[in-house]
């Protein structure tokens, strides 16, 4: 068996391209500020990620909007050992729902909904809110339960698991993180050479704003409320 033991510069590239919007959305915004925080990253052998080797185990938190276009705005080392001729087909990644967020937009009727300092942060149930007309700052965002979106039946499982987000029994498996599984561009198979490893994530138009006007609290946000959401990253991978 030859195994390399190799230092995997993982360098961590964000581009920007619109994605599907899901179903119950109100409008979008671009946001200034989106930090995720990556916990580990995974090659996998098979799609259910069942045989996989881990590239990094380390939690590090990335300002996606910050960067430039195909900027490289950090690295995720981790000295692993790779098998010389095996083949991997998928990645896997686990972030925290929780994602620090800044944006804004017009709703209508006069109101402008901002992300601000002032404002509630999301839970696994209720959504962040604020009230209207607020000054722009950061707020933390979360990836909220089924059916627990203010104003909407959503979002709904294939809103998350047609992303590649894994859920069991139609649920997140833990309250704070969660992981993606998605097929590499290409399958990648181990050679003697040291490879590139580029990671992506979307973020244009990936904040979520809506409006409570329903005449009550909806979801746990209160009426006459803005609430957010956030479009998942949807991480890309690709290896030279």
Not at 9 to 14: D, L, M, N, R, W
Not at 67 to 82: F, K, M, N, P
Not at 125 to 136: F, I, N, P, R, S
Request: proline share 3%; hydrophobic share 40%.
């Amino acid at each position: 068996m030859n195994i390399k033991k190799l230092f995997y510069i993982i360098s961590i590239i964000f581009t920007f391209f619109i994605i599907p919007k899901m179903v119950f959305s109100q409008t979008f915004d671009t946001p200034e500020v989106y930090i995720v925080t990556v916990n580990s990253m995974d090659l996998c052998e098979d799609a259910a990620c069942a045989k996989y080797v881990r590239l990094g185990a380390i939690s590090k938190s990335f300002d996606i909007a910050s960067a430039a276009a195909a900027g490289d705005v950090g690295t995720y080392v981790e000295e692993i050992a790779l098998e010389v001729g095996k083949s991997y087909t998928h990645a896997r990644w686990n972030l925290n729902r929780a994602m620090t967020v800044k944006g804004g937009a017009s709703v209508g009727g006069g109101v402008t909904c901002s992300t601000a300092a002032n404002g509630t942060a999301g839970t696994e149930t209720v959504a962040a809110y604020t009230a209207g007309d607020q000054t722009e700052a950061n707020l933390a965002l979360f990836m909220v339960d089924l059916g627990k979106l203010a104003n909407s039946g959503g979002p709904v499982a294939s809103d998350y698991t047609s992303k590649g987000v894994q859920l069991v029994s139609n649920d997140f498996p833990s309250a704070t993180t969660f992981d993606y599984i998605k097929e590499l561009t290409s399958t990648y198979t181990v050679t003697e050479e040291v490879p590139v490893i580029s990671m992506s994530f979307n973020v244009t138009d990936n904040l979520g704003i809506g409006y409570n006007n329903s005449g009550s609290a909806s979801n746990g946000v209160p009426n006459n409320n803005c609430y957010y959401w956030v479009e998942d990253p949807s991480p890309i991978i690709s290896i030279k």
